[in-house]
Each structure stands twice: as structure tokens, then as C-alpha cells.
């Protein structure tokens, strides 16, 4: 199983779409590793600097709604785990790039409005960590002296089988005899 | 209670329920290119499952990048072509009988109504408008469709949208599915299924219900279906003759996977075409949408006519009738792509290419190329784009470039004016 948890990149928008994720002109690459550099390039959003500090420390990033739409390019979860971001928490999700998460053995949290304006305004005192418990389903947000602020989330049985079991080849490949 | 067409094909390919809510169906057809394929294929032979469920049920293209513009994309095209050639994947398109994959891949028959489809690449709900269940997907599910021959997914529920009214001159399936996009917004069909209904759809062809099933995926939905009909047999007829004999006997095999009438459906939505204008995207997000005739004076760089949404030759049609005897405006490219090398020959034939080549166009070769700013017609910054592809995204066909959606018959105008133009003045 992966590692989840770490500093917090906030991106206050919504409908962050995979070509901003990663652009297709680098889908001709075959190493996961090569898209590392490229990750969320041309995402134009205010206070947001592509390659920065900010994005280079982040493993965990909070946005708004209907984060990963557009292009099914499991590309863009690859480009979020080379980076060592192995967690996304959003209001919601495209399907495609939640299930890519997943099938990855990576966590897709979504948690309502209010929960996701709370973190929002603790970076507001400064950086923000995120500790994630499996076990116990609670995200705990910290900012310097102020927080923590104690998540609750909700994961399907289905996506929790697919992050402890690394992902849905893993999972697949242990229950369907090969065709 | 009745059954959506969703519903009926879900329970016709259950192969497990591992989890409430959660249902892994076997799949009918495995489609792959090279741009989502690759990695799969590597990840398989890393972990010495370089196997395929069925040959016959694998159908692979390289249409992405065609033909192969450096070494990387020829490096993806030889892994495909090499793994087509070791599993014995006989349905195997590469150049010289390639295409866009969903124009392609129904041109050849292997879309029938019932189908369960996956593919590495989100507008594979463009095969619903064959009354499939067909879905985009990442790698990974590619992967294991690929080995295992399944997929899992959660029910989806379905919007049904009733197309009904009297299409104006000078509006498309393209205007239709842009209306509707405004209206949902680029989230408002998240995890649903569309079903397109109505007089508009039962009389709309094969290329037009695929134009507006390609765009569902703008919405957010899993898939776009159109009920399989006459219309739908007469498409698909060189390839199913053999096995029904006769239209009507298959016309009615097919209607077993029509929606039953006291079917229940997560909510409707009414769209009335009669008052239809054309329409355009004017930002970043498919749901910005407006009238052709109240964008002002927007002027263009290049125009697009291609794509898995208009590249088909209906759509050549549609924009050759325009651009015929007209030349395009003075500083403005035109590119014109047909979508499959069927397409191609066919406008060929008809003249369809000499009219674009005598009004200044470049046809390039089947490709998706420009569309996703990969190649054949990336733009510079802040060039702008008058395009019939399916997406307007923040550098998608090219870094700090601006693409507008719209009708082919709305690209074809607005390239003889070199603004923003409605076809309507030149019909």
C-alpha cells in the first residue's frame, strides 16, 4: 500500500481538467518518471506558480469540483504519483480520473463543501499538513498553531479493497482466472 | 418496472457484484491506441502477463500521432504494432488504413447494438450512439480489459434528453449537443448515462447521433445512448447481412436493447431544437457556450474541420457546400481532416477535397493530431481557432492557443470571413 499524507497544495478552483494536469504533448512518453516535471504546467489559477515550492513539497492536494475532467489520461494521476502527491481531496470528481486513482491504488477523498472550505481557510494561517487514517476513515488538517481540524470521510468498500490491495490489476488478477 | 437500455445491457454482462453497488461486466469488444495502450502493454510484460483475453475481440489503431512525428510516437506506434503482431490481432489499423479510432472502429462494423466497450480514451461514448454501453477509461482498467476481458463500474443513473422539434437551417447535432452542455454544464452528467430521445434523434443518421454522443463525455457522463433502429441497421448492414438474412429480422433482434416504455429514469431533460441557433464555445470550459450571433467581431488564425465529433463525411459535406467557390480569408489557415482513410477516399471521389484544396485548405491524412495540440496544426500563442473538435481546454491544441467549437458548417463560414461566422448567410 502506498503512503498518504504529507503538506497540502490548495487549488481553489473548479473543473481542473487533465490537460491541465498534464498537457497531451507529453502523452508520447512511455516512462512514468518523464512526466514528473510537467505536472499541472498549464494550470492558469492566481497564486499558483507551475514547478514552485508550494507544488513541489505538496503529497496531498485540496481542490473544488469536478477535479480530473475532460481526457481519460491515466497520465495525470502518474504525473500526481511521481510527485509524490498520492491524494487528492475534492468536492468532486470525474469519473474517469477518480476510478484512474484508484485503480492506481491511490485515494480520491470527497468530502462536502464545507469540510473542503474548512482546510481552505486554515491555509490562511499558513502551511498546512494532512495526516490520513485508513483505518479509522479521519483526515487530520494542521496549520502551524492553529487546527487541527478532524475529517471525517467516506470511502466505498470497493475503492478501500483497491488502495489496500495496490490497485485493480492486483485486485483483478486475484479473483478473475485469466481469459 | 421497465428497464433503461443501460439497465438491460448491465444485467446482460454481469460477471461479478464484488461489492454492493459495484458491478464487474464482461466486455464485448477491448479498443486500444497508441497514445493509452503502451503502458499497459509494458506493464503486462513487467509482470510477465503479456497475455490478451480474445484476439478477436481487440481492435487497435494508431491514430494519435500518425504517421509518427519523432521518436517517441514512433516508439509508441512499433510497441503497438508489435504487440497486434505477437497476439495475432488481425483488427489492426496502422498507416495507410488508419483513422480516428470513433469514426473509425464503428466504420468497420465492430460497434453493434448491446455491446459493452471500453477504451483508453474518454470519447468512447461515441459508441453509444449504437445503443452500446460504451465507456472511456484509464490505463490500469484498459490493462485488465486487455487480460481479463472485464471491467467494473457503479450503475449509472440515467438523464434522458427528449430531442424533439424541427431543425432550423443552419443547425447541426453539434449545436444540439452544445445547447445541452450549456445547459448541464461540464459536471452535470458526472457518473449518469444520456440517453438521447425524441423525433430529432429518431431522424438524425448514424454520423449525426455519433456527433452528439461523442460530446457526452462534456458533461461528465459515462455514455451517451441513441436507441438502435432501422437507421442504426442500415449503417451497420454489410457487416450483420450475413448473420440475420434480412433488415427487419435484424431490426428486431436489435429492439431488445431499446428502453422499455415505463422505464424509469433519474430525471428528463426537454430540449426543443425548433428555435436553435447555431452556437460556439468562447472560453476554456465546453459549458461556455453562445449564440453565433452575438459573439461580436472575433477574429481567426486557423480553421479546423476533423475529429472524432465532425471529421466523418457528412460533415465534409456539410463544410464543402459552404466553402465551395469561396477562398479563405486573407491570413487564415484552413486544415481539413478527414476522420478515417474511408472518409478520405470517399471525399475524393466526390470532389469534396478539390473543393477545399481550391479554396486554400491543406488536407492532412486521418489523424487526431491538431485536436489535442499533438501535431497537423498546433497553434502559436494566442492564435485563435475555429474548430470542430470537442474540446476548448487551456492549451489543448496548443500552448496559450484559443479554440472555438462549433459546427463544421460554422467553421467552413467562419473561414471564408476570417471571423467567427453563422453558416446561415452562406446557405
Known amino acids: 500500500m502506498k503512503q498518504f499524507g504529507g503538506p497540502v497544495l490548495f487549488l481553489d478552483r473548479r473543473d481542473i481538467n487533465t490537460d491541465e494536469i498534464i498537457p497531451a504533448k507529453y502523452l508520447t512518453e512511455v516512462d512514468k518518471a518523464a512526466l514528473g516535471p510537467h505536472v499541472l504546467e498549464d494550470l492558469k489559477l492566481e497564486g499558483f506558480e507551475p514547478g514552485g515550492s508550494a507544488l513541489r513539497s505538496a503529497r496531498v492536494i485540496v481542490t473544488r469540483e469536478n477535479f480530473g475532467c475532460g481526457s481519460s489520461r491515466e497520465h495525470a494521476p502518474w504525473a500526481l504519483e511521481v510527485n509524490d502527491i498520492t491524494v487528492v481531496i475534492a468536492e468532486s470528481f470525474a469519473r474517469i480520473f477518480r476510478q484512474n486513482m484508484f485503480n492506481c491504488g491511490m485515494l480520491a477523498i470527497e468530502l462536502p463543501k464545507r469540510d473542503i472550505d474548512t482546510a481552505f481557510a486554515l491555509a490562511r494561517s499558513g502551511p498546512v499538513e494532512c495526516a490520513v487514517d485508513l483505518d479509522r476513515k479521519t483526515l487530520l488538517f494542521t496549520a502551524g498553531g492553529c487546527g487541527p481540524a478532524n475529517v471525517a470521510f467516506v470511502l466505498g468498500q470497493f475503492e478501500e479493497a483497491l488502495v489496500r490491495a495496490g490497485g485493480w490489476v492486483e485486485f483483478a488478477d486475484s479473483r478473475y482466472a485469466s481469459g | ?427
Open chain 2, 1 to 427: 418496472m421497465g428497464k433503461t437500455i443501460t439497465e438491460k445491457i448491465f444485467d446482460a454482462h454481469v460477471k461479478d457484484t464484488p461489492f454492493e453497488g459495484v458491478v464487474v461486466l464482461s466486455l464485448d469488444v477491448v479498443f486500444c491506441h497508441e497514445i493509452t495502450t503502451p503502458i499497459a502493454i509494458a506493464d503486462l510484460v513487467w509482470r510477465e502477463k503479456d497475455r490478451v483475453f480474445d484476439a478477436s475481440r481487440i481492435k487497435a489503431v494508431i491514430d494519435h500521432v500518425t504517421p509518427s512525428k519523432d521518436t517517441k510516437s514512433a516508439t509508441q506506434a512499433k510497441i503497438m504494432r508489435d504487440w497486434a503482431r505477437r497476439h495475432g490481432i488481425r483488427d489492426f489499423f496502422d498507416v495507410g488504413s488508419n483513422g480516428v479510432c470513433h469514426a473509425l472502429f464503428p466504420e468497420k462494423g465492430f460497434v453493434r447494438p448491446g455491446y459493452t466497450v471500453i477504451m483508453g480514451d474518454s470519447h468512447t461514448c461515441t459508441y453509444g450512439a449504437f445503443g452500446a454501453f460504451a465507456a472511456g477509461v484509464g490505463t490500469t482498467d484498459l490493462e485488465v480489459g486487455i487480460l481479463k476481458g472485464v471491467c467494473a463500474f457503479r450503475r449509472p443513473a440515467t438523464m434522458r434528453l427528449d430531442i424533439e422539434g424541427h431543425m432550423p437551417k443552419g443547425v447541426y447535432a453539434k449545436d444540439i449537443i452544445l445547447e445541452i452542455i450549456r445547459r448541464l454544464t461540464v459536471s452535470g452528467a458526472t457518473n449518469k448515462v444520456m440517453e438521447f430521445r425524441g423525433n430529432v434523434v429518431e431522424s438524425m443518421s448514424m454520423d449525426e447521433r455519433m456527433t452528439l454522443a461523442n460530446m457526452a463525455v462534456e458533461a461528465g457522463a459515462t455514455s451517451g445512448l441513441c436507441m438502435p433502429d432501422t437507421v442504426t441497421v442500415d449503417y451497420l448492414w454489410t457487416h450483420i447481412k450475413g448473420e440475420f438474412g434480412d433488415k427487419k429480422k435484424a431490426a428486431e433482434t436489435y429492439a431488445r436493447w431499446r428502453s422499455d416504455d415505463d422505464a424509469q429514469y433519474e430525471s428528463t431533460l426537454a430540449v426543443d431544437v425548433s428555435h436553435l441557433e447555431p452556437l460556439v464555445t468562447v472560453g476554456y470550459k465546453p459549458d461556455q457556450v453562445k449564440k453565433v450571433s452575438e459573439v461580436g467581431d472575433v477574429r481567426i488564425d486557423q480553421v479546423y474541420i476533423g475529429s472524432c465529433t465532425n471529421g466523418r463525411l457528412s460533415d465534409l459535406r456539410v463544410a464543402a457546400a459552404i466553402a465551395r467557390g469561396h477562398k479563405l480569408a486573407d491570413g487564415v489557415r484552413g486544415i481539413v481532416c478527414p476522420a478515417t482513410t474511408d472518409v478520405y477516399r470517399q471525399a475524393m471521389k466526390e470532389g469534396l477535397l478539390e473543393v477545399f484544396m481550391d479554396a486554400g485548405y491543406c488536407v492532412t491524412n486521418p489523424t487526431c493530431g491538431a485536436c489535442l495540440g499533438m501535431s497537423n496544426g498546433v497553434l502559436a500563442e494566442k492564435e485563435v481557432c475555429a474548430s470542430t473538435t470537442n474540446r476548448n481546454f487551456n492549451g489543448r491544441m496548443g500552448k496559450g492557443g484559443m479554440v472555438h467549437l462549433m459546427s463544421p458548417a460554422s467553421a467552413a463560414a467562419s473561414g471564408i470571413t476570417g471571423r467567427i461566422a453563422d453558416p446561415r448567410e452562406f446557405l
